[in-house]
């Protein structure tokens, strides 16, 4: 029989406020254990997984008697041999395959730290210490002048000038011309009476003149400094010294497979041209 209506909407239940305040709380702690939560179960998963691994591979073991005998034949000491003398196996082929790796590039290697290291750690410190710092220093200050300067030289006057008399000033024996005629008579000049007169002399100057003046100042100072002159010389001096034993044993020696004597021997040649390749 068909359902008389299909469609017919669910009726939706009303969220109590009381109760999704009270279930809020719940919700963040639940949010918070989820990261422990998650990796508790992927451990757990793990765990699982290896055990019935484990499992398996015993019940393989168990089931194949040919497998008992070769792994593992009742006796320990046997058994412990065999695996630790696999194990060294391997790592002596692991050891073989780092040290002929590592010999085929020993000698390019010992090139780039000699001259590119050491070497180049020697000449820069050599051209540190011949070098020179040339730079121009800008100088902006003020001088602060206090003293006395000495002032003597020679001051020449040569003028018309015109002077007051300050009092009265009698002149005797003067001539004056009455009628076109000289006659001796003695003058009285009052005070204020103006004379035209051509001033010509030298004085004489010698004092001292009180300075005090700031004076600002703003050069341009060329500075040309030697480091060899300087300080940093026997720091220089004293690293090269550190670097020279080493610059010499690492640059002189056994830079080819022919250098090696234990090389050059017929019954260990084929040892050096596998670990060090065709010269």
């Known amino acids: 029989m068909d359902n008389p209506n299909p469609d017919l909407p669910k009726p939706e239940t009303q969220p109590n406020p009381g109760a999704s305040e009270n279930a809020q709380p719940e919700s963040q ?3 918070k254990v989820e990261p422990d939560t998650y990796v508790n179960e992927k451990i757990g998963h793990a765990y699982k997984r290896a055990k019935i691994w ?13 497998l008992q005998k070769v792994i593992y034949q009742g006796k320990f000491l046997p058994a412990f ?49 011949e070098a020179h710092i040339v730079m121009t220093v ?11 300067l000495p002032v003597v030289f020679d001051l020449s006057i040569n003028e018309n000038t015109q002077v007051t008399l300050a009092q009265d000033t009698r002149i005797p024996g003067a001539y004056i011309y009455l009628n ?23 004085i004489p100057v010698s004092q001292s003149i009180p300075v005090d003046v700031t004076v600002p100042v703003s050069l341009l100072v060329p500075l040309d400094v030697a480091i060899g002159q ?16 080493y610059k010499g044993l690492i640059g002189t020696s056994f830079n080819s497979p022919e250098e090696i004597v234990l090389c050059k021997q017929w019954w260990a040649s084929w040892l050096c041209t596998i670990f060090f390749g065709n010269p």
């Open 29 to 31: 702690d639940t949010s």
């Open 54 to 66: 484990f499992g398996d591979a015993g019940e393989s073991y168990r089931r194949h008697p040919r």
């Open 230 to 245: 300087t300080d940093l010389h026997q720091s220089i001096v004293g690293m090269q010294s550190a670097i020279e034993p």
């Open 81 to 129: 041999w065999t695996v630790a003398g696999i194990f060294s196996l391997v790592v002596n082929i692991i050891l073989i395959a780092v040290l002929v790796s590592f010999g085929r590039y020993f000698f390019e290697f010992k090139a780039l730290v000699s001259e590119g290291l050491v070497g180049g750690i020697s000449d820069s410190l050599a051209l540190m210490d």
């Open 138 to 148: 800008p100088v902006e200050t003020t001088v602060q002048l206090q003293d006395d």
């Open 180 to 202: 076109n005629t000289a006659v001796l008579t003695d003058l009285d000049l009052p005070a204020g009476t103006p004379l035209n007169f051509n001033l010509s002399t030298t």
